[in-house]
């Protein structure tokens, strides 16, 4: 029973860290945009490892993630393709799947390696003006909502930890 009880209070506490306006502004931002990084199977490790090295809200970064899985996959060919635009090393022969098909594996796997690269650094050019004007607008729009405003001013925090002692009522008699 007792490993219950502390259960539960991690748990409680994991669910509680990082929920200021600001700072769960910035959780929801970056788990976005991680969230739409153009190699699949990544951005889930990312996420936890700069939750945890941030002391971010981890549940909440993993639920912006898996909100934007499905724009991760739709969102690598344009990746692959503005990475081809903005960094061109080089003359690059056109993308050929066939001709891919039937080249060296050491081959495959360099041109796909360079594609991932391209994409790479595709979406971090546009995800670091994104993270910084996400977590500015989710800011004014979670000082809104009412309990984050408190969880913010550290009333609501303060007051789990430590709540008020029960008065006692005179007695009668």
């Given at each position: 029973m007792k490993l219950v009880e502390s259960m539960k209070r991690k748990a409680a506490?994991?669910?509680?860290?990082g929920i200021s306006p600001r700072r769960l502004a910035l959780t929801l931002a970056l788990g976005f945009a991680i969230g739409c990084i153009p190699v699949v199977g990544i951005p889930t490790v990312v996420?936890?490892?700069?939750?945890?090295?941030l002391r971010l809200n981890?549940?909440?970064?993993?639920a912006a993630n898996y909100a934007v899985m499905p724009l991760q996959v739709a969102?690598?060919?344009?990746?692959?393709?503005?990475?081809?635009?903005?960094?061109?090393?080089?003359p690059r022969p056109a993308f050929d799947a066939q001709a891919l098909l039937h080249s060296s594996t050491l081959a495959t796997i360099s041109q796909m390696g360079g594609l991932a690269g391209q994409a790479m650094l595709a979406w971090l050019v546009i995800a670091i003006p994104a993270v910084a004007l996400m977590t500015a607008m989710l800011t004014v729009l979670l000082r809104r909502v009412p309990v984050v405003a408190a969880a913010g001013s550290g009333d609501w925090f303060r007051d789990q930890q430590n709540p008020p002692a029960p008065q006692e009522l005179p007695r009668q008699g």
């Open positions: 506490m994991w669910l509680r860290q996420c936890a490892a700069l939750a945890l090295a981890l549940p909440a970064i993993q969102l690598i060919v344009p990746f692959v393709r503005l990475g081809g635009r903005l960094f061109a090393f080089g």
